[in-house]
């Protein structure tokens, strides 16, 4: 191949952003359509470097919009190559009509979202809106808590989305500074082992495959529609699922870094535990750690593949525990969070005891401290001695003026 | 534990000088985390960047923060923001200001009673790199105050994580480094 290779240390300092653009770069992405924006930015401007730098054969195509971005990696992946891009929040937000496109039309497109709160008011720091606003797409969702975690999971995403039994689009998300412009020790994996990994992009009913003719984005009406989305459903379900443990599993042999659809921090014997999202589960597992030393039974729960949603495992882990805090770093705005939800469907038909409350907390890059967790946990505790919520079941962690609790 | 905070103003350099010292650190095999914050904030305005230094994994991703060291890399930050919220009392001063480190006291009595090391980052990066990026000086006066490493060992890393930059300013960043090392009291 034409292009250059990077000599990588084995373990460099690099922030969620560069890691991605990494591995963007390992990985060889034909076309990268982008409209950059805060806290992504870094991510197609990486690659852009390394494309103008020769470590790249590939497209770099500036667009007017995000619309277009996707538009552009639509029509490139439809093409036949191998496509990603980057985005965040309004970015992602305007991207949203053209992603149930590239999942609809089958196309293993790889998007890092670089998870940012949705104005108004205007932010442009790290909470989880845009992330939920993804969940229904269509798209598998894989969360990255750490720079390391970005940099694998993009490996991961491509392995499982170009999959010919899959054929879906993934996104790779972060928290927006807290883990995107972090830099922190990235263990490399070496241009042959991560291109190797991933492997050359099999193109399947490709546009410009020109002896077998096929039309993408079709009109399909009440014929046709209900059977293509359900084709898809049931991909996300049933198809998907074993290609992430097996792309787990293949990356757990190259690197011993081991994956999992739901994470678990000192859950064995735990009687109590916080589910969460991002940089969150980190900060978390710490604040557990603290407590299990002072004999406190308690464990952390991350959520690794959001979609599709990990019922199975969510119930395993959870299910013996006295209580659960769901933490949501996105406004519901009506509803309990997403993730009280979720674990409430999972558990509902279990035999399990466990008192669950939800809690928001974090909009718009608001600290999650320590000292939150400390509470949190310690209400948690009251809740699993008195085997009820002793509190509403929705309450915010963090915000200013009179406590909000709800339902 | 190691903790720093940087008070910086946007386009001083605070991001790339936390970013360099994780790495030098990262070389010696410890944990690190280098991280700022400052939104949307454009050149000139107040900021904060951080680095943490640990022997193990750091998980901790709270902005919360007691430093052990406090920089500040633009004089006037000591009058206009608290460079001293969060502080503990071991925690040490390292400030760039061209007054010494009794004047800065009393035009500042927050600092009174504290460990305040002062250095003229400024005037240093003006004369050896011809620009007011006090950044990598900041760092050769905390090798100094810190005894974290021998200042050759620094300075050969430095080199290496400043390579892409032009030779003649890789040779005033090592000479700014240099002379921060020497003059900070």
Redo the contacts between chains.
Sequence with gaps: MAFDKLELRD?E?W?GNFAAAQAMRQVQIDVVAAYPI?PSTPIVEGYAKFLADGYIEGEFVMVESEHAAMSGCIGASAAGGRVATATSSQGFALMVETLYQASGMRLPIVLNVVNRALAAPL???GDHSDMYLGRDSGWIQFDAYNAQEAYDLNFIAFKVAEDHSVRLPAMVHQ?G???S?????VKTITDDAAYNFVGEFKPMNDMLDLDHPVTHGVQAEEDWHFEHKARQHRDLMLNVVPRIHEAFDAFEKLTGRKYNMVEQYNMDDAEIAVVCMG??V??A??VAQELRDQGIKVGVVGIRVIRPFPFKEVIDALKDLKAIGALDRSSPNGAPGMLFNEIAGALFNTDTKAALSGYVYGLG?R?????HLRDLFKELKVNADAGKVTTQLQQFIGVRGPKLAFL | MLEIRWHSRAGQGAVTGAKGLADVISTTGKEVQAFAFYGSAKRGAAMTAYNRVDEKPIKNHEKYMNPDYIFVIDPALVYTTDVTINDKESTTYIITTHMNTKELIESQPKFAGKKVYTVDCIKIAQETIGRAIPNTPMLGAFMKISKMYDIEFFKENMKRILAKLPQKIVDANMLAIQRAYDEVK
């Excluded at chain 1, 412009?181 to 020790?185: K, S």
């Excluded at chain 1, 600290?367 to 000292?371: G, I, N, P, R, W």
């Design positions: 373990i300092v922030d805060t932010n442009v720091n928290d500074f807290l883990t412009h972090t830099a922190q020790g940089s969150s980190e900060t597992c710490e890059g600290d999650l401290t320590k000292e």
